[in-house]
C-alpha cells in the first residue's frame, strides 16, 4: 500500500463545474496536508494547506479532512480551463512540513 | 520577495559524471529541503537542511549528498551518475520554528543522463 495515494486521472469535467480531487494516506501520525499545482514542465506550486479537520475555504479551493478517515481531498468551483494541470496532495508525518510524501498526482482537465 | 532560485535550470550529463546543483533560499530562510521528480517515483524527499547540518534524510543512495552554507544556500551533489538518475530536482525553502509553514519549491534543475 503506497503511503500517500489518489486517483491518477484522467479527471475531466466541464467549464464551470466542480472538480473533487481525493486523497488517502496510511500513516495515521500525519499532521499536515498540502495541495499543490503542478502545470506541464513547471514546479509544483502550493495551493492549499491544513491542518485540523474540517473544511477550510480559499476562493475558488476548499480542502476538506478527515483524519479518523485518513482522507483529504480538494474542491475547485467554477473550474476553469486555467485549472488544468496535475494535483499533488503531500503529506506530513513527523510535523514537519518539509518532509513530505507525495502521493503520484491526479491530473484533470477542465474542458471549455 | 525572490522566491527560492535553483541553477542551472537544465543539465547534460554523461553515465558516471558527477553533478552539482545549487540552491538559493528565499531571504531569511534558514531551512532548505531537496526533492527529485521522475515519471515512474513520483516526488521524493531526499534531504533537508538547517543552519549548516543535515536534519532528515530520505531513502536514497549514498551517492546522492547535499550540504549547506553559512548564509544558508545549499548544494547537492550526486556522484556516480546512473541513467536513472534523470529527474527534475527541487528545492525548497522554509523558515525554521515551531510552528509549520508550507514548502515553496523552486523552478528546478532538470537532469539528463545519457
Known amino acids: 500500500q503506497k503511503e500517500v495515494e489518489q486517483n491518477s486521472g484522467p479527471l475531466s469535467v466541464p467549464e464551470g463545474a466542480i472538480a473533487s480531487l481525493n486523497c488517502t494516506y496510511s500513516d495515521r501520525g500525519s499532521q499536515s496536508f498540502f495541495w499543490y499545482r503542478q502545470y506541464s514542465g513547471k514546479s509544483p506550486e502550493l495551493i492549499m494547506f491544513i491542518y485540523s479537520n474540517g473544511d477550510k475555504e480559499d476562493g475558488r479551493f476548499t480542502a476538506q479532512l478527515n483524519k479518523a478517515s485518513q482522507y483529504v481531498s480538494l474542491l475547485i468551483r467554477d473550474s476553469q480551463p486555467s485549472d488544468s494541470a496535475t494535483y499533488l496532495c503531500?503529506?506530513?508525518?513527523?510535523?514537519?512540513?518539509?518532509?513530505?510524501?507525495f502521493g503520484s498526482g491526479t491530473q484533470l482537465t477542465v474542458l471549455p | 520577495k525572490a522566491g527560492v532560485t535553483q541553477t542551472p535550470r537544465y543539465l547534460i550529463k554523461t553515465r558516471g559524471q558527477q553533478v552539482t546543483l545549487s540552491c538559493s533560499p528565499i531571504s531569511g530562510h534558514r531551512s532548505v529541503s531537496w526533492y527529485q521528480q521522475t515519471p515512474g517515483q513520483g516526488l521524493q524527499f531526499l534531504f533537508e537542511y538547517f543552519s549548516e547540518t543535515q536534519r532528515n534524510k530520505g531513502n536514497f543512495p549514498g551517492r546522492f549528498s547535499g550540504r549547506q552554507f553559512s548564509n544558508s544556500r545549499s548544494e547537492m551533489n550526486v556522484s556516480t551518475l546512473e541513467l536513472g538518475d534523470s529527474a527534475l530536482y527541487l528545492c525548497?525553502?522554509?523558515?525554521?520554528?515551531?510552528?509549520?509553514?508550507?514548502?515553496?519549491f523552486g523552478n528546478g534543475t532538470r537532469l539528463t543522463v545519457t
Open positions: 525548497a525553502s522554509s523558515p525554521f520554528g515551531a510552528s509549520e509553514t508550507p514548502l515553496h
Open positions: 503531500a503529506v506530513s508525518r513527523s510535523g514537519s512540513a518539509r518532509q513530505l510524501t
